[in-house]
Structure formats: C-alpha cells, structure tokens
C-alpha cells in the first residue's frame, strides 16, 4: 500500500508482549522491528513470561509449547499427537527446528533481533511488577533494555496522535 | 504504469514511484529520487545503493539484516543514512524494487 495515499499514517506503537514462547515473542519482534523499519516509533514493553525474552539467561532458550498447542504439526503436514509433546526432548527438538527454518528466513535470534529494534531507535522495557514476582533485577537483563517501568510509566509513553497498543 | 521524467530522463516507474527497470537507473536520478525524500546523498549512501543494485542482480532477497552484515555499514549506521526507511528508501533510491521482506 502507498503510504502516502493514508490520510493518517500510524506514528507510534506500544507494544506489549506477556509470553515466553517462540511465537509471541517473535510476533512481538517481528511488529517492532517492522514497525522502525517503516519510520514509526516503537515502545516494546515485556512483562510476565514475556520477561524471558530480555532475561541474559533466557533470551537465547525460549521455546514454543508442543503440548496443547492444536495447531502443531509433523513436518509434511500430519498431525502431531500431544502425547508426543510431553517426550523428553520433543520440545527442545521442535523448537530447534522452528529456530533452523527462521534463520532460513534470514530472521534473527532474539539477541540479535533486539539489537536491529534498538538500532533503529526502538526502545524496550521491562515490567517492574513481573521483574519483583520473578525476583528479576535490572543487571539481570538485557543490556539495551532501556529502563524498568510501572504500567503508569508505560501507559505515559502511549500518547499522542495515531499511536496504538497491540497486545501480542 | 506510469511514466516520470527524473533527472531528465523519462523512466517507468510503479504507484510508489519505484522504478520499473533497475536498468534505467543514474547517479542523477539517485540524487533527484533522494531530493524527493529529503536525503542528501554521500559516498557512502552510493556505496549502499551499490551493494543493493549488485545484490538484487544477484537475485537476493534484501533485509535490514543482511545490509547490516555487508560490512559497508551496521544497521545503526543504516537507520542514519536512510532516516524513516533504511530498506524502504535505500532501495527507491538505488533504483530497485521495493523489497517485500518483513526483517
């Protein structure tokens, strides 16, 4: 689409991401970094799970869920039995995988994603409430993690005209 | 398809003033394209738009990512020579189509 035929272009998003797994974290990556890309500012704010995707001991071991997950197939499509899910290792392993085809695609790890985000003058934070409920401190995260907010500290940030919230 | 006369040569170009023919592509319509945009261009933006017009003849599909690893520049330099759209505008400019790539 012309951007320049849309009366009024998206100038900021918030986004905010509350799990740890492969596909939230990624779709929360994916909006960010598309969104600098673009010319638009970005806030990402991680919290709850979430957290894991800037925690140094985490950030490069988030998996994707393989037990209750519906939509998790064999590769060719079959269907993947839940009971195989909960075999040791068969997470590790489709995680693995999943991480293998987006490199495919040249996408990034997370550290490296992070990065790309803060590059373009993206900011992200981390959840004061959720650092305290996992006993999380600042030294904890990632280095270009800009700061620990409160949900008022957040909320601050998302004013101002065509600005939007998505919650992943 | 739409037809534009930039930097004195008439050139096809798409809705979003995209280039139709890389082909077609000077040094003055990058200069006139990067006007349009607000961009001034040095040696090292041609140095980009250089790579960019090498690697898509070479058939690679374009990220923000792979510019960053060319070694001409990282991302943060990028963002600084392409203010708004490292990928977007530095390809408009370097006279190639808009790369439909999400990183």
Redesign the interface.
Known sequence: M?S?TNETPLKKVCIICAKGNIEDVYATL?LA??A????IEAKVFFTFFGLDAITKNQMKKIHTGTVGNPAMRMPGGLPFPSILGMLPGVEAGVSAMMKSQMDK????PVD?FL??IT???GEVYACKLAMDMFKLEEKDLWEGCSGVLTVGDFYGMCGGENTQIIFT | MAQKTIAGKTVEVN??GYLENPSDWTKEIAVEIADEIGIRLTDKHFEVLDYLRKEHAAGT?L????V?KSGIT???GL?ELF??????YSSKIAGIPKPA???
């Open positions: 012309n320049a994916v970094n598309g600098v890309m673009e010319g695609l040249d996408i990034p490296e990065e790309m590059a373009g003058g | 809705a979003e599909q990220s923000v990512r792979r960053g990282d991302i943060k963002y203010p708004g759209g490292p990928l977007k790539s999400c990183v």
